[in-house]
């Protein structure tokens, strides 16, 4: 097998030689090679000895890193693959990860071998591949070369601990690797995708929202600050982007007096629940963006299980969106009779501009579900009913949240086409209608940064603050200087994940003084729970609509619909949607596998497989399934 991909690549790829050395004395170490992409792996020809496979759970370019190491004119060899389609160089190129590094202290120089003795098991030697220090290279500009640089990443969601993740992982040269401090208000990261999983019992509170101290226990450059910004002082370059002079870095002030100095910064707020100023919504509905959000709807749901039958108790969510058609098919799954469960959209319909296989299972399990769905209705007010609890309902109610305070039902008032009013009575309003960024909800943060009309702060294509050298911004709190780059980018976690690897990139290739690269979302899919078993899961997969009639009206139509796979292409002719268990099945697998560390992967994915096991064995035994 091995010999057949090595003449495919050495039949398709050409080779990238490196320069001559940047300057007199200089040696560039890194030996002509070949690079092939495969799958989501690289594979790289050096010289005359065998293959090397590197592999990059992020990437599907870590070759390029190693063109990176020669010079400006080796990138642009590796640009021109791309032009061939061979090679993709825009497309997340982080995570390199080569076996067993060492480095040789006297000689300044990286040695990564395929295994510790340099053989390949066979007896055949697979020789060394040499990366030059940091001492044989120029010093990135406005730092000395034996500086230690020192990033801040303010924020620890998605964006901001993933760039702290990226950068840990990634091969620095010789007394270059940074000090990262990672600083967040609260003291645990939230994956938001599974915050469903905590309403449902299918994961624990420390699966989803592990332990900032946990996570980057295993990290040596990398510690944890927790406390909120009050505010930044940039001592950046304000030229342009071409501009040579990369700035002194700057200090970030707590809300507590603590002063944190760094070199390079990183901008990664996150988003924060918007209520759009209508009276009531903040006062009494319970949003959904946040671990502590999750934890109290938890408890209203607790709450409402808790009450002797009866009258079913009526839940209002608000947004149908993916948050609110998801939110509410947990929710009336989990509560099934005991409550009676409305959707309310402000659109003609739930999940507009979503793919068309998704909108269709949402529906069908909405319907199963027995929720209504108010379509073209906009919230103008919240109102709380006064009622004096009975001593029946004060003995049974534990909620922490303003909501809850009163026992008389909330009313929800809208207003309809051609101008009519209605009111909905709920017992729980679940609010999960808009987002805006962190920077634009704190603007009384003092950020010397520029930002858009919806307070997202501007970004160059490289996702490098406008106007400054040493500040980069990622994430829902991003927005670009120029608009139309992102009009299709939605702020979602995948959107973030990407734009990590992009800024950990750059961050490395500003302290090492390197081009930077610019951002090119690649968008993999959609993915949405639809209650604890069930997904819908949408892939970008070119189906023309020919093809897809012919699947759905064929004779494999009744397997594919068991299997919970159908073909509805979009207006760009790409859709195959997964419905049911299988949807669900691969959600999890995905999301299990964008766990942050490997670590926590494992003590996740134990947890999953032991109660899928239990589960199993109460489905076996007749028994009914319980929530964990």
Same mark, same amino acid.
């Given at each position: 097998?091995?010999?057949?991909?090595?003449?495919?690549?050495?039949?398709?790829?050409?080779?990238?030689?490196?320069?001559?050395?940047?300057?007199?004395?200089?040696?560039?170490?890194?030996?002509?090679?070949?690079?092939?992409?495969?799958?989501?792996? %690289?594979?790289?020809?050096?010289?005359?000895?065998?293959?090397?496979?590197? =592999?990059?759970?992020?990437?599907?370019?870590?070759?390029?890193?190693?063109?990176? @190491?020669?010079?400006?004119?080796?990138?642009?060899?590796?640009?021109?693959?791309?032009? *061939?389609?061979?090679?993709?160089?825009?497309?997340?190129?982080?995570?390199?990860?080569?076996?067993?590094?060492?480095?040789?202290?006297?000689?300044?120089?990286?040695?990564?071998?395929?295994?510790?003795?340099?053989?390949?098991?066979?007896?055949?030697?697979?020789?060394?591949?040499?990366?030059?220090?940091?001492?044989?290279?120029?010093?990135?500009?406005?730092?000395?070369?034996?500086?230690?640089?020192?990033?801040?990443?303010?924020?620890?969601?998605?964006?901001?601990?993933?760039?702290?993740?990226?950068?840990?992982?990634?091969?620095?040269?010789?007394?270059?690797?940074?000090?990262?401090?990672?600083?967040?208000?609260?003291?645990?990261?939230?994956?938001?995708?599974?915050?469903?999983?905590?309403?449902?019992?299918?994961?624990?509170?420390?699966?989803?929202?592990?332990?900032?101290?946990?996570?980057?226990?295993?990290?040596?450059?990398?510690?944890? /600050?927790?406390?909120?910004?009050?505010?930044?002082?940039?001592? #950046?370059?304000?030229?342009? %982007?071409?501009?040579?002079?990369?700035?002194?870095?700057?200090?970030? =002030?707590?809300? #507590?007096?603590?002063?944190?100095?760094? #070199?390079?910064?990183?901008?990664?707020?996150?988003?924060?629940?918007?209520?759009?100023?209508?009276?009531?919504? *903040?006062?009494?509905?319970?949003?959904?963006?946040?671990? *502590?959000?999750?934890?109290?709807?938890?408890?209203?749901?607790?709450?409402?299980?808790?009450?002797?039958?009866?009258?079913?108790?009526?839940?209002?969510?608000?947004?149908?969106?993916?948050?609110?058609?998801?939110?509410?098919?947990?929710?009336?799954?989990?509560?099934?009779?005991?409550?009676?469960?409305?959707?309310?959209?402000?659109?003609? #319909?739930?999940?507009?501009?979503?793919?068309?296989?998704?909108?269709?299972?949402?529906?069908?399990?909405?319907?199963?579900?027995?929720?209504?769905?108010?379509?073209?209705?906009?919230?103008?007010?919240?109102?709380?009913?006064?009622?004096?609890?009975?001593?029946?309902?004060?003995? =049974?109610?534990?909620?922490?949240?303003?909501?809850?305070?009163? %026992?008389?039902?909330?009313?929800? @008032?809208?207003?309809?086409?051609?101008?009519?009013?209605?009111?909905?009575?709920?017992?729980?309003?679940?609010?999960?209608?808009?987002?805006?960024?962190?920077?634009?909800?704190?603007?009384?943060?003092?950020?010397?940064? *520029?930002?858009?009309?919806?307070?997202?702060?501007?970004?160059?294509?490289?996702?490098?603050?406008?106007?400054?050298?040493?500040?980069?911004?990622?994430?829902?709190?991003?927005?670009?200087?120029?608009?139309?780059?992102?009009?299709?980018?939605?702020? =979602?976690?995948? /959107?973030?994940?990407?734009?990590?690897?992009?800024?950990?990139?750059?961050?490395?290739?500003?302290?090492?003084?390197?081009?930077?690269?610019?951002?090119?979302?690649?968008?993999?899919?959609?993915?949405?729970?639809?209650?604890?078993?069930?997904?819908? /899961?949408?892939?970008?997969?070119?189906?023309?609509?020919?093809?897809?009639?012919?699947?759905?009206?064929?004779?494999?139509?009744?397997?594919?619909?068991?299997?919970?796979?159908?073909?509805?292409?979009?207006?760009?002719?790409?859709?195959?949607?997964?419905?049911?268990?299988?949807?669900?099945?691969?959600?999890?697998?995905?999301?299990?596998?964008?766990?942050?560390?490997?670590?926590?992967?494992?003590?996740?994915?134990?947890?999953?497989?032991?109660?899928?096991?239990?589960? %199993?064995?109460?489905?076996?035994?007749?028994?009914?399934?319980?929530?964990?």
């Amino acid at each position: 097998m091995l010999h057949v991909l090595r003449a495919r690549l050495q039949r398709l790829t050409p080779t990238i030689t490196p320069p001559a050395p940047e300057r007199p004395g200089a040696q560039c170490s890194a030996p002509p090679f070949r690079a092939c992409i495969i799958g989501r792996a %690289a594979f790289v020809h050096i010289s005359d000895v065998p293959m090397w496979k590197l =592999t990059s759970p992020t990437s599907s370019l870590a070759a390029h890193q190693l063109a990176c @190491h020669c010079s400006t004119s080796a990138q642009q060899s590796t640009a021109s693959l791309a032009s *061939k389609g061979r090679l993709d160089v825009s497309f997340r190129c982080l995570s390199l990860r080569l076996p067993f590094a060492s480095r040789n202290q006297s000689a300044g120089r990286w040695h990564v071998n395929r295994n510790r003795n340099g053989s390949n098991g066979t007896g055949r030697h697979l020789g060394a591949l040499t990366f030059a220090s940091n001492a044989e290279r120029p010093a990135a500009s406005g730092m000395s070369n034996n500086a230690t640089p020192r990033i801040c990443i303010l924020g620890g969601g998605f964006g901001g601990l993933y760039t702290a993740v990226r950068l840990e992982s990634l091969m620095w040269p010789h007394s270059r690797r940074p000090q990262i401090t990672l600083i967040d208000q609260n003291e645990r990261f939230v994956f938001k995708p599974l915050l469903y999983e905590l309403i449902n019992g299918g994961a624990k509170p420390e699966e989803v929202a592990p332990l900032f101290s946990d996570l980057l226990a295993p990290m040596s450059s990398t510690s944890f /600050v927790q406390g909120s910004v009050d505010s930044v002082h940039s001592d #950046d370059s304000t030229g342009g %982007a071409n501009s040579s002079n990369a700035g002194t870095g700057g200090t970030i =002030t707590l809300v #507590d007096g603590q002063q944190l100095q760094y #070199d390079w910064l990183v901008l990664a707020l996150g988003s924060s629940t918007s209520f759009f100023g209508i009276p009531g919504v *903040k006062e009494l509905a319970l949003p959904f963006n946040d671990f *502590k959000d999750a934890m109290r709807v938890l408890r209203r749901v607790e709450d409402i299980e808790a009450r002797p039958p009866g009258v079913p108790a009526d839940v209002v969510v608000v947004g149908a969106g993916y948050a609110g058609v998801e939110l509410a098919t947990t929710v009336a799954e989990r509560l099934g009779n005991r409550a009676a469960v409305q959707l309310v959209s402000a659109g003609g #319909d739930i999940l507009e501009g979503m793919p068309p296989g998704q909108v269709k299972a949402a529906r069908k399990m909405l319907q199963d579900l027995h929720v209504s769905i108010v379509t073209n209705a906009m919230v103008s007010s919240i109102r709380q009913e006064h009622h004096q609890p009975s001593t029946a309902e004060a003995s =049974t109610s534990h909620s922490r949240h303003p909501a809850t305070a009163a %026992a008389g039902k909330q009313q929800v @008032h809208i207003k309809l086409p051609n101008s009519s009013k209605s009111t909905i009575p709920a017992d729980m309003v679940l609010w999960t209608a808009g987002s805006s960024p962190a920077s634009h909800a704190a603007r009384k943060l003092k950020l010397p940064f *520029k930002t858009n009309k919806q307070g997202a702060l501007l970004t160059d294509r490289n996702l490098r603050v406008v106007q400054q050298q040493r500040v980069f911004a990622l994430g829902d709190v991003a927005g670009s200087e120029i608009e139309a780059q992102t009009a299709n980018i939605p702020p =979602t976690a995948q /959107v973030a994940f990407q734009q990590a690897d992009y800024v950990a990139w750059n961050l490395w290739s500003s302290i090492n003084a390197r081009p930077l690269l610019p951002f090119k979302y690649q968008h993999l899919g959609d993915m949405m729970s639809l209650g604890r078993v069930n997904g819908a /899961v949408t892939l970008p997969v070119p189906v023309s609509r020919q093809l897809a009639s012919s699947l759905q009206g064929g004779p494999l139509s009744s397997l594919l619909g068991a299997a919970g796979i159908s073909f509805q292409p979009d207006d760009t002719g790409k859709g195959v949607t997964l419905q049911g268990p299988l949807a669900g099945f691969v959600r999890r697998a995905a999301y299990l596998y964008r766990q942050p560390t490997d670590q926590h992967k494992l003590r996740v994915g134990s947890n999953w497989l032991q109660q899928a096991a239990e589960q %199993a064995q109460r489905v076996l035994s007749g028994a009914p399934a319980t929530r964990r």
